[in-house]
């Protein structure tokens, strides 16, 4: 049985500070927790009804029983689910070779929660060797991402770091692919071994010093009326295009 | 100055069952507002705030002066819009001629209304003649499919309709795409001129009647883990290559 001081910490991770001052993420749901253990997520705590430990025998680590009144206090949700588990924040710096190898997603400024863990699972569909968001992306460890990327958030390698720095320093051979609506036609991509696709907010589109660091342009062709696309379906569109030109 | 009544029913009409009733739906917000009336769509009535309306001078037809509490007793927000405007239901049946011509994005059960928005926003992107919404998807005139359309909702042609008897009546030589993991490979399509592309629920895919009427079950290549797209991520790279397959 938990102590009420457990509920609370559990709740009060929903809030990014708590989270931060812990060291500590949650997800809560056994859609979510489901994907995250057949993906290896290491948890370090699992809260559960009866009825779903019973479901979900060996679970590791061994979780702790809580009512549903008690899930009703942890729980982040008006409907509490069944299952609720905890993780470690780890951060995977950048390391020293930076984004000069293999394919990288980076998120400059992308807010909307669900659109990161979509971009996410874009990454990991299309193998990108990394994904690098700048600070002021959603928090990568938001349940709102977590969910949206439907396991991938354990699956593909995320850096947080001022994105222009990381692009500025990258040797001129690495391209740098950014979306615009007046660029070379995504069609006809080269094919590439390393590059990095820079994706901007939905609202406020590239930073300047991010587009600044820009070396390809590309566009989508456009045949209708649509001022844009979603960020997501832009970048999946290019991932898409830069696979099928590198022929693999 | 608006009646009470007047209030209570633009209030109202966040709900499907008055809109259905009144035959009217509801947008709010500078962002929506702004992207429909840049589209031509013909509104009925618009209620805004005195400062929007001095900065919208002209704006048909003549709006109606609310008070900031006023708007509060209209609006579906937590923080009240400065305008609000409201549109006639109007449905296009399907003509005789149904899906035979041209390329049509069917929508399969997709129940989340930000996605049916971003797809209604793909279709107008890749100039499709038309979406078709089974019964079952996020309802069209709701606000969260119209502010994810981002004003596509304006320009493109939709039908809701049964879809499999839609699809069972087609000829056989117009060709049904579906999405699906052990398909031909997206990037190997023919040039077609005439296709639907159809698009199932995000948890349950494809219903078995529209299943059965798929001709062409079609790959996206997968590189990495993730078990799956985004239903309108999906679609995105489809049309993508439905287009440059047909070489315009």
């Given at each position: 049985?938990?102590?009420?001081?457990?509920?609370?910490?559990?709740?009060?991770?929903?809030?990014?500070?708590?989270?931060?001052?812990?060291?500590?993420?949650?997800?809560?749901?056994?859609?979510?927790?489901?994907?995250?253990?057949?993906?290896?997520?290491?948890?370090?705590?699992?809260?559960?009804?009866?009825?779903?430990?019973?479901?979900?025998?060996?679970?590791?680590?061994?979780?702790?029983?809580?009512?549903?009144?008690?899930?009703?206090?942890?729980?982040?949700?008006?409907?509490?689910?069944?299952?609720?588990?905890?993780?470690?924040?780890?951060?995977?710096?950048?390391?020293?070779?930076?984004?000069?190898?293999?394919?990288?997603?980076?998120?400059?400024?992308?807010?909307?929660?669900?659109?990161?863990?979509?971009?996410?699972?874009?990454?990991?569909?299309?193998?990108?060797?990394?994904?690098?968001?700048?600070?002021?992306?959603?928090?990568?460890?938001?349940?709102?991402?977590?969910?949206?990327?439907?396991?991938?958030?354990?699956?593909?390698?995320?850096?947080?770091?001022?994105?222009?720095?990381?692009?500025?320093?990258?040797?001129?051979?690495?391209?740098?692919?950014?979306?615009?609506?007046?660029?070379?036609?995504?069609?006809?991509?080269?094919?590439?071994?390393?590059?990095?696709?820079?994706?901007?907010?939905?609202?406020?589109?590239?930073?300047?010093?991010?587009?600044?660091?820009?070396?390809?342009?590309?566009?989508?062709?456009?045949?209708?009326?649509?001022?844009s696309l979603n960020a997501a379906v832009a970048?999946?569109?290019?991932?898409?295009?830069?696979?099928?030109?590198?022929?693999?």
């Amino acid at each position: 049985m938990p102590a009420k001081a457990d509920l609370q910490r559990l709740r009060s991770l929903r809030e990014k500070k708590h989270r931060e001052a812990l060291g500590l993420f949650v997800v809560e749901g056994e859609k979510v927790v489901g994907e995250l253990l057949a993906a290896k997520l290491a948890f370090s705590e699992i809260y559960a009804t009866a009825d779903w430990i019973a479901a979900h025998p060996g679970s590791q680590p061994a979780p702790v029983t809580v009512t549903p009144a008690e899930m009703e206090r942890a729980s982040h949700f008006p409907t509490p689910a069944r299952v609720l588990a905890v993780g470690r924040i780890r951060r995977t710096p950048l390391p020293d070779s930076g984004l000069t190898r293999g394919l990288t997603l980076a998120l400059d400024g992308v807010q909307d929660p669900g659109n990161v863990g979509t971009l996410l699972r874009i990454a990991d569909w299309f193998a990108f060797d990394r994904v690098v968001l700048s600070p002021d992306c959603a928090d990568l460890f938001s349940q709102k991402v977590i969910n949206a990327s439907m396991g991938s958030f354990a699956r593909v390698t995320v850096h947080t770091t001022p994105l222009a720095e990381a692009l500025a320093g990258l040797p001129g051979r690495t391209p740098v692919l950014g979306c615009d609506l007046a660029g070379t036609d995504v069609h006809t991509l080269a094919p590439l071994r390393d590059a990095v696709v820079v994706i901007g907010s939905e609202g406020r589109g590239l930073s300047p010093g991010v587009k600044a660091c820009v070396t390809d342009f590309v566009t989508i062709p456009r045949h209708g009326h649509a001022e844009s696309l979603n960020a997501a379906v832009a970048a999946a569109i290019v991932c898409d295009n830069l696979r099928r030109a590198a022929g693999h």
